[in-house]
């Protein structure tokens, strides 16, 4: 049986964050084609942007905290025999 502790994987905000930004752009582009509608284009993507700003900001405040509240707790010890 295997004693070493599994390591956590690390979840990829970025990739979630830009693949959310595609998808966005392509819908609203979508959209723009089908209902025939105008697009203030430079103002939709410095919002589009600034909102990926946040999401990723606050995903990295979570993800702060959530380490700080792990880190008080000890590891167990490598070797059982130290």
Not at 27 to 55: C, E, H, K, R, Y
Request: proline share 9%; charged share 15%.
């Amino acid at each position: 049986m295997n004693s070493k502790p599994t390591r956590e994987t690390k979840f990829p905000t970025g990739t979630l964050v830009f693949g959310l930004i595609l998808v966005v752009v392509a819908v609203v582009s979508l959209s723009n084609t089908i209902f025939d509608w105008t697009l203030d284009t430079p103002l939709f993507f410095i919002s589009l942007i600034a909102l990926a700003g946040i999401v990723m900001i606050v995903s990295g405040i979570a993800s702060a905290m959530k380490r700080g509240n792990r880190d008080d707790e000890l590891p167990p010890p490598a070797n059982p025999n130290y």
